[in-house]
């Protein structure tokens, strides 16, 4: 990052360091952040107007998600040692790891500060919640969800209350990406991270040419995204077990490829997401829009880990050191969008269906396709063939509406820093 990306970054959050929240980004140390593609920036890009939180309005499973591990954070918040008061900060520190714009994990946030206050017998125990993701974010809209200034709501219409209602509540945000070391060392009493590590931190894209677009489908995993995600995950851990403190926690509820083989958007029910990407992508071609090499050009920078590869990085010397997984896994979380139009309880037509399920793929896929399209093109033109893309998987969704969806393949893993 350039000093004055920097700058633009740190000038844009300035107004809401007036509101008594604070910000930083990566630009004291530029060095400690160029070997991880200055964190991540442009692996993922977030769609829509910073502002104006289309994430967190089109991704409703996540709420489903983060709802299926609440138990498991609460739990651990129950069991773990009160931090003895030292020299500094008594507040208690919580990280939220690739939030995107924050309004998903708004309501376990909520409830692990209730659980801390509960634990510690302190109604007023303050705590501070850093919100980290790539320094390309929408950071607009994680403030206006953190400070409850944009109102949100779960896949079934009930409001998420906002943690910064509940006062003595801190709000931080941090840009540096998660391959790097975000936070001072032991000042973290507890992370969190949904659905976000599998992004890695350059683009492997071995795919580009063949068949495939996702290392996920392929029958052995192709050796760049495999290796990548590897020395990815060993650096995550690695830059985790210093931020922590002892006796801190970290749950990471991360996508994978289970021991059923099944993936995000491919599992036992319904059609593949990965089927329809394809032949909604293909057939662009047919229409005269792409050609065969923009055809094969999409290969995603992201790697679904199966248990043994998470596992595997707890053998490193340094790392078995300082982290102990207490627990590790696999659960499936259904699509709530189909769940719902199964059920008869969306009133949606086929075509409504289409355009309310769609964007939930689009969120985080969108930048990926479009990158496969010639660099000669312009924006607009761009823009244009996307929107085909999408009328495309939208019509075969409208098709036959109940077999689209695009279930949750997550390993749950709990780590706990070593006193
Ligand atoms: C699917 S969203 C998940 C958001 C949220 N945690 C949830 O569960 O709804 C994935 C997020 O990971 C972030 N991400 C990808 N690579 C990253 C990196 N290297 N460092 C920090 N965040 C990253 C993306 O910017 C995106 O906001």
């Known amino acids: 990052m350039s000093f004055m990306q920097g700058f633009i970054f740190l000038s844009t959050l300035s107004a809401t360091s007036r509101l008594g929240v604070r910000a930083f980004a990566a630009v004291a140390e530029p060095q400690t952040c160029t070997t991880k593609a200055t964190g991540g920036a442009g692996v993922h890009v977030p769609i829509g107007k910073d502002g104006e939180g289309e994430y967190t309005a089109s991704t409703k499973g996540c709420f489903d998600v ?10 651990e918040i129950e069991k773990q040692k009160l931090r003895p008061f030292g020299v500094g900060s008594a507040a208690y520190h919580i990280a939220d790891y690739g939030t995107a714009d924050a309004g998903t994990s708004l309501g376990l946030l909520s409830q692990m500060i209730q659980a801390v206050r509960d634990r510690s017998e302190d109604d007023d125990k303050e705590v501070v919640l850093h919100y980290e993701d790539q320094l390309t974010n929408e950071w607009q809209s994680v403030f206006n969800h953190a400070l409850g200034l944009k109102s949100v709501s779960d896949a079934y219409g009930k409001l998420i209350p906002h943690p910064y209602a509940l006062k003595n509540v801190f709000i931080e945000a941090c840009g ?65 077990a210093k931020e922590l403190a002892p006796g801190g926690k970290f749950v990471c509820v991360n996508f994978c490829k289970d021991s059923n083989g099944y993936f995000l958007g491919q599992t036992d029910v319904g059609a593949s997401m990965w089927d329809s990407f394809q032949s909604s992508w293909d057939k662009l071609k047919e229409q005269g829009l792409i050609d065969e090499e923009e055809r094969l050009g999409v290969s995603f920078p992201n790697y679904y880990r199966r248990k ?103 390993a749950y893993i709990v780590v706990e820093k070593v006193e």
Request: charged residues 30%; glycine residues 2%; contains cysteine.
């Open 66 to 75: 983060i709802d299926t591990a609440t138990p498991l954070v609460l739990n």
């Open 176 to 240: 540096v990406g998660f391959h790097n070391q975000c936070y001072p060392s032991n000042s973290i009493d507890f992370g969190v991270s949904f659905t976000a590590m599998h992004w890695l931190s350059r683009f492997p894209s071995s795919l580009k040419g063949t068949e495939y677009m996702h290392a996920a489908r392929c029958d052995e995993s192709p050796h760049p995204e495999k290796e990548q995600a590897a020395s990815d995950w060993v650096a995550i851990l690695k830059a985790r």
């Open 308 to 410: 043994e590869e998470f596992m595997d990085a707890f053998e490193d010397d340094e790392i078995s050191a300082q982290l102990k997984v207490v627990s590790i896994e696999e659960r499936v979380v259904r699509c709530p969008y189909r769940e719902l139009y199964t059920s008869g309880k969306s009133n949606k037509t086929p075509r409504e269906y289409a355009e309310w399920f769609t964007p939930t793929t689009k969120t985080w896929s969108h930048s990926t396709f479009k990158s496969a399209l010639r660099s000669e093109r312009n924006e607009e033109e761009k823009e244009k063939i996307m929107s085909q893309f999408w009328e495309n998987y939208m019509s075969l969704v409208e098709k036959n509406p109940e077999v689209h969806g695009m279930d949750y393949v997550h």
